[in-house]
């Protein structure tokens, strides 16, 4: 990717030069400042901390011990501020324990009762250990750097008497200038060409301790917190499928016991007698027969129905824009389809979002009294939006007991959320999203 500055793009070989000399420049920033950053808390607060311990026994200490834990999270959020940059993240601010009583003096020893506080202290306490050992590297590649490289610029200056050996002459070499600049200009070279890895590797290391004490705490409870959210959603996803299948199978066992179980006793009934009727009117026999297969037929023809309610064949080997396009042609309203041929999908998305649109579509012919319904399937960023509404009577709702309770189950096992407008003479309209 090409990135332009000033309305001119840039050459792509040139952005990630910028981007890690602008990364040297904020690391070694963060270390240089973090160095009498960590020399003045560590002193404030050993002082605040130590006194305040000391002086518990009196009483004094506590309102002390509470200020130092105070003065420590200002610095501890300065810190935060300043890590971000270098971690290339933004980094949440943590959950402090709030105080419950109203009373100032409640409200000002409410810090000794915070975790996140003491750790903020400790921070501010133990940072120099870290800070200190990163100013140490960064310090001394940048002098062997500049040094290095402009040392033939400084030499004359020095003095050189013979008593003075300088760092090559103790390694050996004589003692002459062209020695001494190619010396010192083959050690700048080494501390430029590792100095964007040890300058980043030292900040990494300050920043990360300080991520470590300022906010890994919070952050691990958030992931607690998002593990147990997860939890709940697919034991939710879980019992949603279960009541989705439950109802669509007792859905499945009405509709065949109020139709083609009926019709295949008849044609039993129609067989028997036609059975008895050779022997004596033949040609009454025949039209029993013909009126029997006239039976099988539209018992066919209701099994092909429920089916299509089960897997539709042509869900399954044409995909979504042709299946919902021959159950909008059977719909007894005008459906004012508009479903956009896409890539296929996964087979549960498609086969959820064709029901959500059967489902609907056999409520509108019901109970809506509608005289057009609009579909609409959409493609969208996060998955897949479908939209059913009508002109109708409204009054549908998810509540159990209603019919579109079972469709609101099918919907959360698949992981989405389905929304109903639908007031009362304004007519009805459901939204599935559907995650991808």
């Known amino acids: ?13 040139i952005a990630p030069a910028r981007r890690y000399l602008r990364q040297l420049g904020v690391d070694t920033q963060y270390v240089l400042l973090g160095f009498p950053l960590g020399l003045i808390t560590l002193v404030l607060c050993i002082t605040g901390f130590a006194t305040g311990i000391g002086t518990a026994i009196i009483w004094i200490g ?7 834990l105070a003065m420590s999270r200002g610095f501890a ?69 500049l040094g290095g490289l402009t040392y033939a610029a400084w030499d004359w200056a020095l003095p050189h008497p013979p008593e003075n050996q300088d760092l090559p002459e103790l390694l050996g070499f004589d003692d002459t200038a062209l020695i001494r600049v190619t010396f010192y200009l083959v050690m700048g070279l080494f501390f430029a060409v590792t100095l964007i890895p040890v300058v980043r590797g030292s900040a990494l290391l300050e920043a990360q301790f300080a991520r470590g004490l300022l906010t890994g705490v919070d952050e691990l409870r958030q992931q607690v917190a998002d593990a147990n959210a997860a939890r709940d959603t697919a034991l939710g996803q879980k019992a949603a499928a279960v009541s989705a299948e439950a109802t669509a199978l007792r859905k499945l066992e009405r509709d065949i016991h109020d139709g083609p179980q009926q019709r295949l006793v008849r044609l039993a009934m129609d067989l028997g007698r036609a ?25 066919l023809d209701e099994l092909r129905a429920l089916s299509r309610g089960i897997a539709p064949p042509i869900l ?35 086969s959820t979002a064709y029901f959500v649109v059967a489902e609907a579509l056999t409520n509108v012919a019901k109970h809506s009294h509608a005289s057009e319904v609009q579909v609409s399937v959409q493609r969208i960023t996060t998955g897949l939006l479908v939209t059913v509404a009508d002109d109708g009577v409204g009054g549908a709702s998810l509540a159990k007991g209603h019919g579109l309770a079972g469709l609101d189950d099918r919907v959360k096992a698949a992981g989405g959320v389905l ?12 939204t599935a999203a559907l995650p991808l």
């Open 62 to 68: 506590l309102p002390l011990l509470a200020g130092s």
């Open 419 to 430: 929304a109903v407008e639908s007031a009362e003479g304004e007519g009805t309209r459901l």
């Open 275 to 299: 059975e008895q009727q050779f022997a004596t009117d033949p040609e009454l026999a025949r039209a029993t027969v013909a009126e029997a297969l006239s039976q099988t037929r539209e018992t």
């Open 316 to 350: 399954v080997d044409r995909g979504l824009q042709a299946a919902l396009t021959a159950l909008a042609g059977r719909c007894t309203i005008p459906v004012d389809l508009d479903a956009p041929v896409f890539e296929r999908l996964n087979p549960a998305v498609e």
């Open 77 to 145: 959020h300065l810190e935060r501020l300043r890590i971000g940059p270098v971690l290339r993240r933004r980094i949440p601010h943590p959950h402090y324990r709030a105080s419950k009583s109203q009373s100032w003096v409640g409200k000002m020893f409410s810090p000794l009762a915070d975790g996140q506080s003491w750790l903020d202290l400790v921070h501010g306490i133990f940072r120099f250990i870290p800070s200190t050992i990163a100013f140490c590297f960064v310090f001394t590649w940048w002098v062997g750097t």
């Open 1 to 13: 990717m090409t990135i332009s500055y000033a309305g001119a793009p840039a050459a792509p070989t």
